[in-house]
């Protein structure tokens, strides 16, 4: 069956420190991958999105970055996190565009 | 660049009232499009989606959306809604072509009084 896992579900972090948030996922191949950010007024952001392996798209300037190592595997990272970092991050995919499946998400914290 | 608005940031109901949310796009080709919900302190469930055929969606818990084309519009009703049904809703659009970028509306709250 197609899942979807995503980790850590929790974690706080102090300003200036790296970030590293993973998502991997099952039952499919060649999945459409996304990171979102949810924030309280602006629903779901769409912050980086990947059609294949390498292949990252970058939706807003911030302080983060994305990379797909692997077919099924997305990475949401940072090198220096920020206050303004903090919020609740999604990963999300699809294939032809049909069903769109979630991770659990992950909440950050950055003091 | 592609988006998706969604007019109503708070609703504020009785129940039995009848509800729609808007929900526009903009993109000039084919989309899916879809609604989700998000009640207090859950995760987004599906309500329903539409891809071609019937424009007018049947979903879970008495919803339906109608696809306007020429408006670039996918509306959510309901003719009675309950105060179960107090929730946050998005509207999501995944337009055809390109890289299939899942984009959602900033979200629209419904509070549902008794």
């Known amino acids: 069956s197609q899942t979807i896992h995503q980790w850590p579900a929790t974690l706080v972090q102090p300003v200036g420190s790296p970030l590293s948030l993973e998502c991997t996922v099952e039952?499919?191949?060649?999945?459409?991958l996304y990171w979102y950010r949810q924030a309280a007024g602006r629903g779901l952001q769409l912050l980086f999105y990947s059609v294949g392996i390498g292949q990252i798209s970058s939706e807003v300037p911030q302080n983060l970055s994305a990379s797909r190592p692997q077919d099924r595997q997305f990475i949401l990272s940072s090198k220096k996190l920020l206050l303004s970092d903090s919020g609740f991050y999604l990963c999300?995919?699809?294939?032809?565009?049909?069903?769109?499946?979630f991770g659990e998400g992950s909440w950050l914290t950055v003091v | 660049a592609q988006s998706v608005s969604q007019h109503n940031h708070h609703v504020i109901l009785s129940e039995a009232a009848s509800l729609e949310l808007g929900c526009n796009y903009s993109?000039?080709?084919?989309?899916?499009l879809f609604w989700y919900v998000q009640y207090p302190g859950q995760h987004l469930q599906l309500l329903l989606k539409?891809?071609?055929?019937?424009?007018l969606v049947k979903g879970i818990k008495g919803f339906e959306a109608e696809f306007i084309k020429s408006k670039f519009s996918f509306n959510l009703r309901k003719p009675s809604v309950q105060w179960s049904d107090t929730a946050e809703y998005f509207c999501?659009?995944?337009?055809?072509?390109?890289?299939?970028?899942?984009?959602f509306g900033a979200g629209t709250r419904l509070a549902v009084h008794p």
């Open positions: 999300a995919w699809t294939v032809n565009r049909n069903t769109i499946y």
């Open positions: 993109y000039g080709g084919t989309v899916n």
């Open positions: 039952g499919t191949s060649n999945p459409n």
């Open positions: 999501a659009v995944i337009p055809s072509g390109g890289y299939n970028k899942l984009i």
């Open positions: 539409y891809f071609s055929g019937d424009p």
